[in-house]
């Protein structure tokens, strides 16, 4: 089985930006068994016919990204179209869904996105107008997606790869997938290799978390494997299936009915802004306090000067009094804190990466846990931060030891 | 002046590493005015022939990385002969450096990177065995160079830029730089025609703002399509050069020696997570509250029951009394506030995408301004609504009107 891809977007062939779809494309192919032949990318104002015609001519498969926005020279429609040898024709399914998510402004340049190739069916885009759709031309199986990643990408993982596995008769091949916090890629696929190097281990980072995926021999051998693994990162940070440590949090808030509040410091809003992300936040999210200076932590949190003289900003009473100050001020069931070092530099003589995680709860004991975070830089250390704030959260709610979750984590 | 490159490596077509030369090439060369209109990725197992014969045919210049290696299929050296019509001969100069370099290992597999398209002239790989080399086909420039970056990239700058700009005979290039806040991407380049569409516009989005380019007529012509799409959308909506709305508050924050705290709603910690983003934070960003919860509007902020009763929490006496609240809380010299309806779903009645941005300072009057945000999904009038929170705190410290500038602002 062969494989190629158009690429189409000016910022790529002006070197503004640099294409992540070929590789990412190349990769998930590669590890479904086809082979890719050529990547060709191109800018919007370009013509991809002949492009088309001659990648045709030797694949089974062509994958185009872009092309599809509203005010792009909308190269990708008509000529695929023209390479399946059917006319544009304005897709129900898609009209609909433009009407519904734009309303009157549907009408308009929006208007076109509804506009597939006849005969070929559309691929559900949730995180945009534009519609994927696929179908054959001249035996060659054509996919069209937009470009934008955020579009792009899930529609690749939750669309595009089970319908080339359908449509290419692909073998099944068994693979678990697992999700994965705070370790380094790097240093997790060390880990995978270290666990069973024999293994088809594979990875997807997403800021947040790690997508881990794993095939090859028989399910007992991977699941060793991944038990090796998990006694290496410790508990809760290799968990089953696709999720995140905000779902695992907002999880655990909606089964007990519970409500939280935060109180951050070196996270500095994130994960308040993390817990009021999704639709529905203000069920469980009663609200947080940044307490970036040192006189908030006292004046608003009720942290004591004796605490903040004697131990520092940065430190297990603070952390403690921070979660109990933001709950007693919220009126919240439970609280999470975060204070630490985001670095560059070192604060309080404590090195960059030393965080402490507060918890308190209505008739549970308030607890601190330390993490000496592997220093990437501030943002890594925040997005760490906040990952192990979540998780903590939801293990102090169900009920469990946070601190010898804490001290079971390696590779942080 | 248009070119093209073929980038050869299997671990490219398997998505083992990502292509970086395909970016670098086309931002180094759109720099110098010369149009990209193709890169091709192939693995090295693959065939060049046709696609560089096509690529000749349309292109002044064509590139090729790769496929130089002495364990290389090597692919590119008969491949360029055949199709510069001329035979590989060994290159004396190449010759001698292999010996130099090598010795006695120059003998063997290595010894075919001596040999080149007859009539070519090579460039020199500092780090590396096999040399580069350039000449002509068919009166299209072909230079071939290797693919491990580390040889790649010094000859590019050392030798190959130069050599463009010799024999493609180019002028300096004149590209303005601009950033713009909250407009839609489609939108803007809609705008950016309309303000003039023979100028050569492009954009590239960046989540919190986006960075526009514009090249071509006089200096003079440029400026006045800029002035009339700075009419068109609003004061401090499009500013020059390469910058961000965080930095814009930051600048304002650090040139007064002021201090700010932030009251977030709908928001929900964003802002504050924005202005706790880089380091020496702690300088100007005392703290926030995020009052997700109306209670906690009132028992944190202090907005009162009256207010909320009578105007809502999503309204501009809710927003004043937030920003009023924070200031008051954290004694800091400024706050902004940001209250209203992120979605999906209408609140109290008013429309998704409705925002008030309170202001609040010592010696100055508490303002609120309202927006009606184009709705594109929650987390979209959430970047949208911080953004502008972050323009309008740095015209309130520098004394403008922020009412006077939130009610200019179009397409939102």
């Given amino acids: 089985m062969k494989a190629s891809f158009i690429i189409i977007g000016t910022e790529l062939t002006r070197g503004i930006i640099q294409d992540s779809h070929g590789s990412l494309l190349s990769k998930e192919l590669t590890h479904m068994g086809v082979h890719v032949s050529e990547i060709v990318i191109v800018p919007d104002d370009g013509s991809i016919e002949k492009i088309l015609e001659a990648l045709m001519r030797s694949n089974d498969v062509v994958i185009i990204t872009g092309g599809l926005g509203p005010t792009s020279d909308d190269m990708t429609r008509p000529v695929i179209a023209e390479a399946a040898g059917v006319g544009l024709v304005r897709n129900p399914e898609a009209w609909s869904f433009l009407l519904g998510r734009l309303g009157d402004k549907a009408y308009g340049a929006n208007e076109r996105q509804a506009m597939i190739p006849e005969g070929f069916s559309i691929i559900e885009n949730r995180n945009g107008t534009a519609p994927g759709f696929y179908g054959y031309g001249n035996g060659t199986l054509l996919i069209s997606l937009p470009g934008p990643p955020r579009e792009m990408t899930p529609m690749l993982y939750d669309s595009v790869l089970p319908l080339l596995r359908e449509k290419l008769d692909l073998p099944e091949a068994e ?9 380094a890629e790097a240093k997790l696929e060390e880990l995978c290799g270290e666990a069973d190097s024999a293994l088809d281990w594979g990875t997807r980072f997403q800021d947040y978390r790690i997508s881990l995926y794993v095939s090859g021999k028989t399910r007992k051998e991977r699941d060793e494997a991944i038990g090796r693994l998990r006694e290496r990162v410790g508990a809760l940070r290799l968990v089953d299936g696709n999720t995140d440590a905000l779902s695992m949090a907002i999880g655990s808030l909606r089964s007990h009915g519970a409500t939280v509040s935060v109180a951050e410091s070196c996270t500095g809003g994130l994960l308040s802004m993390l817990l009021t992300e999704r639709q529905g936040a203000s ?86 846990v330390l993490f000496r975070f592997t220093s990437w830089g501030r943002a890594s250390i925040r997005r760490k931060a906040a990952t192990a704030a979540l998780i903590l959260l939801s293990a102090y709610i169900e009920g469990e030891d946070a601190k010898a979750i804490a001290e079971s984590w390696g590779y942080i």
Same sequence: chains 1, 2.
Avoid: H
């Fill in 175 to 183: 693979r678990d997938e697992y999700t994965s916090f705070i370790t």
């Fill in 283 to 368: 069920e469980y999210m009663l609200g947080s306090v940044t307490s970036y200076a040192a006189a908030v932590k006292m004046n608003v949190l009720g942290v004591s000067g004796r605490v903040i003289d004697e131990e520092g900003t940065v430190s297990s009473g603070c952390a403690e009094a921070m979660a109990d100050g933001v709950r007693r001020l919220t009126g919240s069931d439970y609280s999470v804190s975060v204070t630490g070092v985001a670095g560059p530099d070192k604060d309080e003589g404590k090195d960059v990466g030393t965080v402490y995680i507060g918890l308190s709860g209505k008739d549970r004991e308030t607890v601190s």
